[in-house]
């Protein structure tokens, strides 16, 4: 069987579940529509697969955070970089404040909200412009095209972060992060607002799988010494607290976004992307869950298999 009928014959499968709610805590997020379900895998070879709703844009959010970690390793170093933030499993929900209290107040890795507003405060330019410039710039190396920014999401997003804010302050406090408290959390809310369809994040997760030479472009989105590492916390961190769950049944680095995203690398040979708008009580999307565990096992995808 194709992977174009594999993709088809799960969206047609999975399109009836309806399990899980649109995010609300981002009022603009709660205005998505349930239905929407799009699938792409992209391989190594510069192959792109994908069905459903595929040209639908959403927000990077939580999807962005490897891709950032990724910059913050170029840019700073890996000591520099885990000076500050630590490489394991937190256990706790992605925008928990509490263990930031606990031992080295260090955030517990780059994929939860307080490790990757800390990550933010290392994209460093002369100006807040120049900063998101960086970013975009990487993420337009990763997808091989430009993509917009959802100025509707990040201004609702920053204008009810109390939690995201608290965090910042926290940091702050611990010298995780400088005085520019207000620009760093803005940069963390925009690289959240990032928009891309299932073709563009599966295209990034391939660059990843591609050791960060994007298969289409032949472009250099990331040194490949940094990839590794990126992966890893992924693996270990990715699916926040079901990390250990995601390992068990699908066996692959991956990210969410509390958009309805998920992406997973299959390293060496693709990059897989899903987004459905309804997520779980752990900010997954519902969909996307069970066609990663599906895809997994129909095509001995888990890295250990
Ligand atoms: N921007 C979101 C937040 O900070 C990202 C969370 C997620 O996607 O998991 O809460």
Not at 20 to 36: M, S
Not at 118 to 137: L, P
Request: neutral net charge; proline residues 4%.
């Amino acid at each position: 069987m194709s992977i174009q009928a594999i993709l088809s014959d799960l969206h047609q499968k999975y399109q009836i579940y309806t399990d899980g709610q649109c995010a609300t805590y981002i009022p603009e997020l709660a205005k998505a529509n349930t239905n929407h379900f799009g699938l792409a895998v992209a391989t190594v070879d510069g192959e792109l697969f994908s069905c459903g709703d595929d040209d639908v844009t959403f927000t990077l959010q939580s999807a962005s955070k490897p891709f950032t970690y990724g910059l913050a390793l170029q840019n700073l170093g890996r000591e520099f970089v885990h000076s500050k933030v630590g490489v394991e499993p937190s256990g706790e929900a992605f925008n928990s404040i509490v263990e930031l209290e606990k031992s080295t107040h260090r955030p517990y890795n780059p994929m939860i909200n307080s490790g990757a507003i800390a990550i933010s405060s290392m994209i460093r330019a002369k100006s807040f412009g120049e900063r998101q410039g960086k970013f975009m710039e990487m993420f337009e190396n990763y997808s091989g095209r430009t993509l917009g920014i959802d100025e509707g999401v990040f201004a609702s997003e920053k204008k009810t972060a109390h939690r995201n804010r608290s965090i910042a302050h926290l940091l702050r406090h611990f010298n995780i992060i400088g005085d520019d408290i207000d620009e760093t959390l803005d940069l963390y809310f925009k690289h959240c607002s990032v928009l891309a369809d299932v073709k563009d994040l599966a295209v990034m997760a391939a660059t990843l799988a591609n050791k960060g030479v994007n298969p289409r472009t032949k472009r250099s989105a990331v040194p490949g010494q940094h990839v590794a590492d990126i992966l890893s916390l992924m693996f270990t961190c990715g699916m926040y607290d079901s990390s250990g769950e995601w390992a068990y049944t699908v066996g692959l680095p991956a990210k969410s976004g509390v958009s309805g995203c998920i992406f997973g690398v299959v390293p060496g040979s693709m990059g897989i992307a899903v987004f459905s708008p309804p997520i779980d009580g752990k900010g997954h999307s519902v969909r996307g869950q069970k066609v990663f565990q599906e895809l997994s096992k129909t095509l001995g995808l888990g890295i250990f298999k």
